[in-house]
């Protein structure tokens, strides 16, 4: 491991972090009429509609404050500085305004939720395109990876989120096989017992199905890469030494078929959770996405920007992971690149 | 030299195409004897590799080998390579004979350390990997290589010689008694493949190896085999001991050849490239398949194939105009050596 790569990439993840919290920063500050503005709009109906009466300009600071993390009445450069050091150091993302909770406390008490689907539908969209690609690729030109590229081009073209509401109508609404919503059956107890756990797969199966489409896609990678790999002339070699065929499956062309697929991997699970949003919506799945969502239904500003802030954090931590590990699983990027 | 450890008969490879079946390899017949160095010269698209690959029945598929190629070990009976299970195959290949092909550059898994390499094909071969790896450590030492770095390296770490030369060690790990080279210099500079080749004549020596050596560079292949087989068109025309062919070819397309090699001793002018253009492999070549360049040929080179005769004890060509060929097709300089002889 090459420290002066890792730090490199490091500084390059932090910078993309600072840029982001800078833009949410900028967000504010763009909405119509400056945050103090629309967040008094909005603190101010809803106090009138609990009826308690007159606000002072500074007790309504305060609460700007108390929401967003910014201090209207502070010149900008505090505002900004202020505004760092309360996401940086105190790990607070502000409260939401429709909730009355931290935002931190609402995100983390979703993000499981959001991780086990979209985990589970990564995770299985690639090991599908991965088996299916290789496969493919094995039979060149055969009835099956004539049909099956046909398939999943169709697939791919269309949206997972038709494809989602396909399957509701199909197997929840027409046949009652699944459940059309929610993330557990309502009158199941929660706890660590068996019927409780089967509801929480049972209620994920529909989402997870309608999002690993979008991983499917990559059996056509994985197909074009595997056959690259088979024409490679150290597979000829490897076949006249003599090696078995697991041995050159496994090793030789699926590890270097693969390889292209990693990064891919890495990246779709940003892609994951921002598909996330509409999936949880169409299934009503109580996940980040749907908390996202519904800010916006209810613009729920510190909502938005914590979770905008969070799903960033999360796609650049999954792309640095998958650059600094990459020298790992291909030597050739030899994890420095240029001093060979 | 009359003890042949591969018999080739009737050999012919196949693809199926979409203009029609390419014969690549035709009625191939072959001997190749017990620790010579043979060469099978020819140009690019003669079939030189595909013969070399049906050799381990190695052609790549859709390709169909037929006929029959018997090896012969050196104790125990003969094998029917092209009837071997797939099982038996794989023990076959590099066990008995390893292969040294064109893409040497990239032989090497990019992923792996060139130990593993080593230690994968003992594995599989069911091979004591202890000593095994040290046998290794010694091949690359003959070759010229700091085991140690080398083992450690991954492929892309070694120089296109290196890589080749560490090819050449891995070839011998399971001390195969043949060994085939498949354009095992083409890629490589003039000293690199002045090095193998002499590499090769030690490793011969010490090893009491079979070598054949494809290549379309004669003059190499004049330094280092002991007999040489000239193919055109898919099929075997000539074959002799180097001498011969050099001094005493019978087959017009062999002395055409040798007068086209560039030489730096002889002028542009008096080099001579060779007309006409090589057929189709998807054609059937009524009779000789050299006729349309052959500067003898006649009508019985046009109506039937020319069969293989024996001019001397190993000396055979399949020319109907064997006598008049050393006139019509003279090779330049053939005064000078009549007068050194």
Known sequence: MNWNYFIKRFGQAVLTLAATITLSFVLYHAMPGSPAESLKNVILSQQAASGSGTVDLERLNRMVSMYTNIQPDEPLHVQYYQYIHQIVIEGSLGTSIYENKPVTELIFERVPWSMFISVYALTIGYSLSILIGSVMAYTEKSRFDSVSSSIIIGLNSVPYYIVGLLLIYV???????????????????????????????????????????????????????????????????????????????????????????????????????????????????????LLMYNAIQTQDYPLLMGSLIIFTTVTVIGIFIADVTYGFVDPRISAGGSDE | MSDPIFEVRNLDVSFAGSRGTSRVVRDVDLDVYREETLGIVGESGSG????????LNAVVEPGTTTGSVTYRPPDGPAVSVLELSEQELRRF????????????????????????????????????????????????????????????????????????????????LLEPQVIVMDEPTAALD????????????????????????????????????????????????????????????????????????????????????????????????????????????????????????????????????????????????????????
């Open chain 1, 171 to 289: 197997l929840a609404i027409q046949n009652e096989f699944f459940p059309y919503g929610g993330r557990v059956g309502s009158n199941v107890a929660a706890g660590f017992n068996v019927t409780f756990m089967q509801s929480i797969i049972w209620h994920a199966v529909l989402p997870v199905v309608s999002m690993s489409m979008l991983g499917l896609g990559g059996a056509l990678t994985m197909r074009g890469n595997a056959v690259r790999v088979l024409g490679e002339d150290y597979l000829r070699v490897a076949t006249l030494r003599g090696l078995r065929r697991s041995r050159i499956a496994t090793q030789y062309v699926g590890r270097n078929a693969i390889l292209p697929m990693y990064t891919q991997f890495m990246i779709g699970i940003a892609g994951v959770f921002s598909s996330a949003v509409i999936v949880e919506q169409i299934f009503t799945y109580p996940g980040v996405g």
């Open chain 2, 93 to 172: 290949r590099w066990e008995e004979i390893a292969m040294v092909f064109q893409g040497a550059m990239s032989s090497f898994n990019p992923v792996m350390r060139i130990r593993r390499h080593f230690r994968e094909t003992l594995q599989d071969h069911n091979r004591n990997i202890e000593a095994g790896l040290e046998r290794a450590e010694s091949l690359l030492e003959s070759v010229y290589l700091d085991p140690d770095r080398v083992l450690d390296a991954y492929p892309h770490e070694l120089s296109g010689g290196m890589k080749q030369r560490a090819l050449i060690a891995l070839s011998l």
């Open chain 2, 48 to 55: 030189k590799s595909m013969l070399a690959s049906a050799l």
């Open chain 2, 190 to 341: 003039l000293l690199m493949q002045r090095s193998i080749v002499s590499l090769l004549e030690e490793l011969q020596a010490t090893h009491d190896l079979t070598i054949v050596f494809i290549t379309h560079d004669l003059p190499l292949l004049t330094k280092l085999a002991d007999r040489l087989t000239v193919m055109y068109a898919f099929q075997l025309i000539e074959t002799a001991t180097v001498d011969t062919i050099l001094y005493d070819a019978a087959h017009p397309y062999t002395r055409a050849l040798l007068s086209a090699t560039p030489d730096l001793d002889v002028a542009v002018d008096e080099m001579h490239a060779i007309d006409g253009t090589k057929p189709d492999p998807v054609e059937a070549i009524a009779g000789c398949s050299y006729h349309p360049r052959c500067p003898l040929a006649d009508e019985q080179c046009v109506r039937t194939e020319p069969p293989s005769t024996n001019h001397s004890e190993h000396h055979t060509a399949s020319c109907f105009h064997h006598e008049r060929a050393p006139a019509a097709v003279p090779i330049r300089g053939d005064d000078l050596e009549e007068a050194d002889r």
